[in-house]
């Protein structure tokens, strides 16, 4: 039996290994591949209505592309890191209270 779980675990992983081969890149920007399946899932995530046509799908790349690279700069910079979230967090509350004190103070 266990024979028997092993070659399916086995047989599992690397059907997935090879479907994930078979994917094609669609770009590469800093050495990473962009993946097509990752484009073509966003993009039909985000449009209920999914034109194919070149004019959308030229348009949607773009916005893509420039989300890529946004994402990849933020990586860079470590600015997706617990710290500066809590930082920027606790920054927003305080300026949320100067805000609010100034909205009293000119209401009186």
């Keep these: 039996m266990k024979k028997y779980l092993s070659i399916a675990i086995l047989s599992i992983f690397l059907s997935l290994t090879l479907i994930g081969q078979n994917d094609k890149t669609l770009l590469v920007i800093e050495n990473q591949k962009v993946p097509v399946s990752e484009f073509l899932d966003i993009y039909t995530k ?17 916005l893509f592309i420039n989300y ?18 809590k930082m920027w967090t606790i920054l927003k509350l305080a300026l949320m209270n100067i805000w609010i004190c100034l909205l009293i103070t000119n209401s009186n």
């Design 46 to 62: 985000n449009n209920k209505n999914v034109d194919y046509s070149k004019a959308s799908i030229d348009e949607y790349l773009d």
């Design 68 to 85: 890529k690279l946004k994402l990849m700069e933020i990586q860079r910079l470590r600015l997706d890191t617990q710290k500066i979230i």
